[in-house]
């Protein structure tokens, strides 16, 4: 990430990976411009703009002049699923359509996840997999992606396994919810570190991944099991048979096909080095 890139705005830029991959573009030099709430405390370096996406005004301020855009922001942690949809889909229209009013030349990065595979595939999920999500959270982005890649503008969609690192309190949270939601213990997932989630986004916004969908993932499935064991809460092992051995695993092959190498290669390897 580099001055190349040009004038950025990002939106998300306090969540889970926002907060996290905008420090690393500040530290790479970006020109970094967020959307945020009032009150939001945002690095030193990064240009604020006050609103959010249902402000037209703000996102008209918003995209002025850049030349990409990172859309992060989105709702899934709630049972209220009209704001998910609201959010996630209403608000990445509201954005797509002030880019093409003001950016019309911008490229337009959505990150999405690999929840939108179905539980039952007969192989790790692909891009070019039909997908039909049964909760809000992945149908709302599967519709947020077709909006996307029918508005057209430059576009990439990023899908993301589960995120962990950098001190975020999500892996630690994982055996919670493995135990609520009854998780075989050996069912696998696939896992990106938000250090590569950075990696995956500079080969986007240096224009790697136009026009694709792409899974970002590091190169070793962990099994709930392990995972668990790793920060020290331990679940239940058990012999029983794996329903849906594929679900929740991400095929990688066109990512590193288009350069992508992560940097943090396993869980085991973040372990070592700290950076859970």
């Known amino acids: 990430m580099n001055r190349q890139v040009g004038k950025l705005l990002v939106t998300g830029v306090t969540g889970l990976v926002g907060e996290r991959l905008l420090r690393r573009l500040v530290d790479a030099g970006t020109d970094c411009r967020a959307l945020v709430r009032a009150g939001k405390s945002i690095p030193d370096g990064v240009t604020v703009v006050e609103g959010d996406l249902f402000d037209f005004t703000s996102l008209t301020e918003a995209v002025k002049d850049v030349s990409a855009i990172i859309h992060l922001a989105a709702v899934f942690r709630t049972q209220d699923t009209d704001l998910i949809w609201k959010s996630n889909l209403e608000g990445t229209r509201n954005l797509i359509r002030a880019v093409k009013a003001h950016a019309p030349a911008a490229r337009f990065?959505?990150?999405?996840?690999?929840?939108?595979?179905?539980?039952?595939?007969?192989?790790?999920?692909?891009?070019?997999?039909?997908?039909?999500?049964?909760?809000?959270?992945?149908?709302?982005?599967?519709?947020?992606?077709?909006?996307?890649?029918?508005?057209?503008?430059?576009?990439?969609?990023?899908?993301?396994?589960?995120?962990?690192?950098?001190?975020?309190?999500?892996?630690?949270?994982?055996?919670?919810?493995?135990?609520?939601?009854?998780?075989?213990?050996?069912?696998?997932?696939?896992?990106?570190?938000?250090?590569?989630?950075?990696?995956?986004?500079?080969?986007?916004?240096?224009?790697?991944?136009?026009?694709?969908?792409?899974?970002?993932?590091?190169?070793?499935?962990?099994?709930?099991?392990?995972?668990?064991?790793?920060?020290?809460?331990?679940?239940?092992?058990?012999?029983?048979?794996?329903?849906?051995?594929?679900?929740?695993?991400?095929?990688?092959?066109?990512?590193?096909?288009?350069?992508?190498?992560?940097?943090?290669?396993?869980?085991?390897?973040?372990?070592q080095e700290g950076i859970l």
């Open 109 to 271: 990065i959505l990150a999405s996840t690999t929840n939108v595979y179905n539980a039952d595939n007969s192989h790790p999920g692909r891009e070019d997999d039909n997908v039909t999500p049964q909760q809000a959270y992945p149908a709302s982005k599967v519709a947020a992606e077709k909006e996307l890649r029918e508005s057209g503008l430059n576009w990439v969609v990023l899908r993301f396994p589960f995120v962990y690192g950098d001190g975020d309190g999500h892996l630690e949270a994982l055996p919670k919810y493995a135990k609520a939601g009854n998780w075989h213990p050996a069912m696998r997932m696939s896992t990106i570190h938000h250090r590569d989630i950075a990696v995956a986004m500079n080969l986007a916004l240096l224009g790697g991944m136009d026009e694709r969908i792409v899974n970002i993932a590091d190169e070793a499935p962990t099994s709930i099991y392990e995972l668990a064991q790793l920060v020290g809460e331990p679940i239940d092992s058990s012999s029983e048979p794996l329903v849906n051995p594929w679900y929740l695993l991400s095929d990688c092959t066109l990512a590193r096909y288009l350069g992508f190498q992560p940097t943090v290669r396993t869980v085991y390897q973040a372990t």
